[in-house]
């Protein structure tokens, strides 16, 4: 009897031939798992090596001309809102702001004089009243006596000699009177037209003067420093620029073949070329931008002559980041980032159709001039005022 076992000596090179063939295979199916899932991820995620860290960039401008005298700041130092950041020559502004405080000075003491002279006139106007009277009745009681024969014609026609001279007296000073309170009617010492513009003009001068001192409008990094200590700068001119590296966001440019299902409030996963893979940051999709690139570019393609070659366009998608995240590891204006949306929930709105209900950004740093302006016009006038102009003065 024959036997079909072969021998042990056949069957080991057998199955070590077979042995590569194995592994090749389980080699291919890991990397068709591999690739399969990887499709799997994808088909529900956005991702896109185009964006960058923008942000704010705050120029700093003057609001008055003058000459540059202290440069309190550099480039890369960090500032807080309303930190001095360059001193102008106060000179001119002081001496433009005493004079506006005597200008002011004086037209309440005038104005006071207008007051007391309409005073004055009414006084006037009421003796010369009590004169009318008294002609009058001087007149009447010698008309009375005149048929009696005790009084001549002559003293008649003397006595109204002067009731007429009484009475254009009275009419004198009736009309100096209007004209006196034509410059005060309906005011009071605070409302009379001559104060109100020395007041404006003190204001002004005050302003201006406080105005040779410029404050940082934000907190956050000088950058951009081009002002030099003598100067002569204009207002409007930009001196430096202040970059709060707290409010940054990512602009990320997304070909127009993926914006199908992006949304305002997908969460996004973001890594950033100047940190290692295992810093990762989050964000949130804000809103998308109204148009391409292109379309907002200093001078827009014109296809409609000549030959034509289709480039994809790209639109912005602005994503918000996560504060905390940021403050461990601060990122730059410009920085290149990686980024990945998570497209899985396509609900939210395609586009912002909200007005923000409130500011975005906004700066307070200007907010007491006025009020210290007030404050500087109320001292003069009550010191160099008293009760005369309190009160409305009428005829």
């Known amino acids: 009897m024959t036997s079909n076992t072969l021998p042990s000596s056949e069957t080991a090179p057998r199955t070590a031939r077979y042995l590569p063939r194995f592994f090749l295979i389980l080699a291919i199916a890991f990397i068709l798992a591999a690739l399969g899932g990887w499709y799997l991820v994808r088909l529900g ?38 930190s001095p950041l360059v001193t102008l020559n106060a000179v001119d502004a002081e001496i433009q702001y005493e004079r506006a405080k005597s200008n002011l000075a004086r037209a309440v003491r005038l104005a006071r004089t207008q007051y007391y002279q309409v005073q004055q006139l009414e006084a006037e106007v009421n003796q010369r009243q009590n004169d009318v009277r008294k002609a009058q009745d001087d007149v009447r009681r010698r008309n009375q006596l005149a048929s009696s024969g005790a009084v001549s014609r002559e003293e008649i026609s003397h006595a109204e000699e002067v009731l007429k001279n009484a009475v254009a007296s009275l009419d004198g000073t009736r009309h100096a009177l209007a004209v006196r309170l034509a410059m005060v009617d309906n005011t009071t010492l605070r409302t009379h037209p001559d104060v109100l513009v020395a007041a404006s003009n003190l204001r002004d001068a005050y302003i201006s003067m406080h105005r040779t ?38 602009n990320a440019n997304f070909k127009e073949s993926q914006l199908q299902n992006l949304r305002i409030g997908q969460p996004v996963h973001l890594s950033a070329d100047a940190y290692s893979r295992n810093v990762d940051f989050h964000g949130t999709i804000v809103g998308l931008d109204a148009g391409t690139g292109s379309a907002f570019s200093l001078m827009p393609a014109q296809n409609a002559t000549g030959n034509w070659i289709k480039v994809t366009q790209r639109v912005p998608v602005r994503i918000a980041l996560r504060p905390d995240e940021v403050a461990r590891n ?28 409130q500011a975005a950004y906004s700066t307070d740093i200007f907010d007491n001039e006025l009020r210290d302006a007030n404050g500087i016009v109320e001292a003069v006038i009550i010191a160099n005022s008293d009760s005369a102009g309190s009160t409305h003065v009428k005829l």
């Open 213 to 250: 001192q410029i404050y940082s409008p934000t907190s956050g990094l000088v950058t951009k420093r081009n002002v030099q200590v003598g100067q002569r700068i204009s207002p409007g001119v930009a001196l430096m620029s202040v970059v709060p590296v707290d409010q940054v966001w990512v």
């Open 45 to 82: 995620t956005e991702t896109t090596d185009d964006a960058y860290v923008d942000g704010n960039i705050v120029q700093v401008t003057s609001q008055v001309s003058g000459t540059v005298t202290v440069i309190s700041v550099d480039n890369t130092d960090h500032v807080d809102a309303n």
């Open 330 to 357: 601060p990122l730059r204006l410009g920085l290149s980032m990686r980024v990945s949306v998570d497209t899985t929930d396509t609900s939210g709105p395609v586009l912002n159709t909200q007005t923000p209900k």
